[in-house]
């Protein structure tokens, strides 16, 4: 025979939470369980990132109190050959030794023999020491010289020697060249 569920109790609360299944009540606190686990990581969240602000608060605080005190602080004046001295060191610096080196070494041919490059970088001039075995190679060289982009035509002779006690009897020649803007 099949069962007839028959009640004649009043409705109430108790009653129809007697009535509700198993799974729902398994899904319910599932729900919780969830609702309060998303509750505690957002506010553990909304803690780390209150924290970090407080830090970086802390840092700008440190910078703006630095460069306060940095700005207040009683300038020391430089003596002007100081800052000749600091001047000429940084134009010696920033002398372009690598544009320098290129234009050298694809105009030296092996006939000529550098024995001294000395820049000046106040007037952007190179002065080239250099020896080779006859005045053709020299003249060639000079030409080599003024066809370089960084030099252009303004390489000049300075003046040139034979060494006669020298049993090779070599020309030694120096130049100057110019190198920037004309």
Known sequence: MTRLDIDFAPPNWRR?????????????????????????????????????????????????????GAVSAPQTPIAPAQAAAVNAAILQLNLPWRDLQDALASATPPAIALLALEPDARKRVLKITAETTNSDAMVAYIAQLKQQELFGTRVQLLRHEINALDPNKPLRFQLEARWGTP
Not at 18 to 33: E, K, N
Not at 53 to 63: C, H, K
Request: proline content about 2%; hydrophobic content about 50%; charged content about 10%.
């Open 16 to 68: 129809s939470l007697h009535r509700v299944p198993v799974w729902a009540w398994c899904i319910g606190a599932l729900g919780v369980a969830l609702a309060v686990t998303a509750a505690y990581s957002g506010s553990a969240a909304l803690q780390r990132q209150q924290a970090s602000e407080a830090q970086l608060q802390r840092a700008q605080q440190r910078v703006l109190a630095a460069t306060q």
